[in-house]
Structures are given as C-alpha cells and as structure tokens.
C-alpha cells in the first residue's frame, strides 16, 4: 500500500474513533496506576469499566481527558495526540466532554441552575457564534433529569441522588460528544440506582455521544451497555458483554463476577 493511502486509512480510522488509548502507562512513586493499557471508542459508543475500588478507574478518566498525563503511551482524544498538543488546543478539546465526577464538584456557592450556565459558557468560550444555554435551555435539562423545580436551589440542600442527577445534568448541558461518567449510581440504594441508569440510558439516544461509565458493580454496567472492560492492576483483563465474561475461566475475572455481581446473566 502507497504511503498516501495509508495515510488516508489511518486518518479515517482515527474520525472514526471518539478516543483511543495506545500503550498508556501511568505510575504515582512506586505504585503503578495503568500498565500499558490500549483501548479504542468508537464515536456513539458506550462502553462500562468495572474494577474494585482503587483500582484506577478515576485515574483512568482524567487521563482520557487529559486532566492527568500519562508517563508513557499516547491519548488520542477526537483524533488529537494529547501528549503533542498545547494547552489552549488540549482546552478546546476538554470543551467537546462532558464529565460527572465521582463526588460532583459542584459549586456550593452557585446554584443548581448557576452551575450548569457556568459548564455551558465555558464550553462556548472562544467558539465563534457560540452561545451558552439560556434558562429555558438549563430548566429543560434538569427537567430531564427529574430536578426540574432545583435550578434556584444551592447543592448542599440537594440529596445525595439529587446532586448526582444535578451534576450529570451539567455534564450533559455542554451537548458533549464524549459523556463520562464516575460511579454515578455509588452510595444510591438499588431502586434509585436503577432509576439512575434508565435515565442515562434515555439520554444516551437523545445525545448519540460517545459514553463511558466507570463503577464497581456489575449489575449497573451490565445495564448501561453491552460493552464492558474489567480493569486489574493497570491492565483491561477482559472485555465483552457480562453473559460471554461469565464463560471466562481466568480465576479473577471470575472470582470479580461472583462478588460483584448482583444477577447472573443480563436481561
């Protein structure tokens, strides 16, 4: 193959992708973090990552999205090294996701609604004709996501549930093409977490971005997608849907799925 048309294929491989991780390996002192890890995401897709606490899962995340470097490898975010770019580019490219972080980082000086008006100017900023989210606009997403009487209401006096749905409905506002999620549904009991995957579910076919979910249970990635990653020491050890990972016969990825699932087979 000529090297223009390889080129071309590789370029049309990347427009393909939403993000794609090549050999990233990450340590903090001596404690290894990610150990060579590849994975790709095709554009539209969702895709859960399941391991037991501390694992990484968070770390793995920001380093998606460039909030953390990785000490070896490349992340290739929208077709972008992220390792070859600036700090302006690698901004730009943060302003096209969307991410609910595991505790919220919500603003407990602004209000609910104040929040999500902030995600959405700063997803604007520098982008000509951009404009953020009117009010109509931020009412409406946090109507979708059951806080649509919260927009005046400060964080602190929110729920635990609420202020995940408020933080995902921020998440959401910027109209992502990259959606994350970390442990959306932690410390919920099973009937809102339940309700916490339906509704980002819904919200997947409204969007059509590209969507990952980082959690320690089984039975919620199950229920979010068909495609799930299991994460050990740094390493993806297995991926595919939850019925084909129960066939597995490697002792972790078994032993991971007697303890952390909650049902046996998705349905």
Do not use: W
């Not at 109509?136 to 009487?149: D, P, Q």
């Amino acid at each position: 193959m000529a090297p223009t048309l390889k080129k071309q294929e590789a370029e049309a491989q990347a427009e393909a992708l939403t993000l794609e991780l090549r050999d990233v390996s990450l340590a903090f002192g001596e404690k290894t973090i990610l150990d060579g890890l590849s994975l790709k995401v095709p554009k539209g897709h969702k895709l859960s990552i399941v391991g037991e606490s501390s694992c990484g899962k968070s770390t793995l995340l920001k380093v998606m999205v460039g909030l953390i470097r990785p000490d070896k490898g490349q992340v290739i975010l929208f077709g972008k090294d992220t390792s070859s770019i600036g700090t302006r580019e690698l901004e730009r490219l943060r302003r096209r996701v969307g991410m609910q972080f595991q505790a919220g980082a919500l603003f407990d000086s602004m209000s609910v609604g104040e929040n999500l008006l902030l995600a959405s100017m700063e997803s604007v900023r520098g982008a000509k004709g951009g404009k953020p989210a009117s009010a109509e606009g931020i009412g409406a997403m946090l109507g979708k996501v059951g806080l649509g009487k919260a927009a005046a209401q400060n964080p602190s006096s929110l729920s635990g549930g609420m202020r995940k749905r408020a933080a995902i409905a921020r998440a959401l506002i910027v109209s992502p093409e990259l959606a994350i999620f970390d442990e959306p549904t932690a410390g919920l009991d099973p009937i809102t977490s339940s309700a916490m995957i339906r509704l980002l579910n819904g919200l997947s076919a409204d969007l059509g971005a590209a969507m990952l979910l980082a959690t320690t249970d089984v039975d919620v990635a199950r229920r979010f997608s068909e495609d799930i990653i299991i994460l050990n020491k740094g390493r993806i050890v297995a991926r595919g849907a939850v019925g084909s990972l129960l066939a597995s016969t490697d002792p972790y990825i078994s032993n991971f799925l007697k303890r952390y699932a909650r049902v046996a087979v998705a349905h």
